[in-house]
């Protein structure tokens, strides 16, 4: 006998999201030993490309968590595209992520109108594809070894 309700709570959230942690961390030798670690956290990774005006040409955002850097966002203004900036931009994004701070792998997800062929032409391989993601869409996942 439960009562199911909907609706945003933030105690709540915290709440579910402290005991999965736990259940996890029980459950996974390699989450254990993340605890208390460097690694445990993720660290904010962003980088900005600015226009002579100072106006922003592109930029990617991201973090890196547990020996990965995951990709959140990687945009480059229409005028500057096929100038390399994204190349540039995603290239430092790897170096920082494996010079500064240990990753060893790179992950992003894109759309199929996105920019799928811009990774791969980076290095990146397809690992998940998810169909009409929204409806007629199709969202690609991509991992990259980095090193």
Known sequence: MFRIEAGVDKERRDLLR???RETNT????????????PGERETPLHLWALDTAGGLAGGLVGHTWATW???TYLWVDAAHRGAGLGTRLLAEAERIAATDRGCTASRL???NFQAPDFYRKQGYEVVCVIPDYPPGITEYTLTKRLG
């Not at 029980?26 to 670690?37: E, F, I, M, N, Q």
């Open 109 to 111: 997800e894109t759309w």
């Open 69 to 71: 850097l995951h990709v």
């Open 18 to 20: 402290a005991r999965l």
């Open 26 to 37: 029980a459950a996974s030798p390699v989450l254990a030993a993340l605890r208390g670690t």
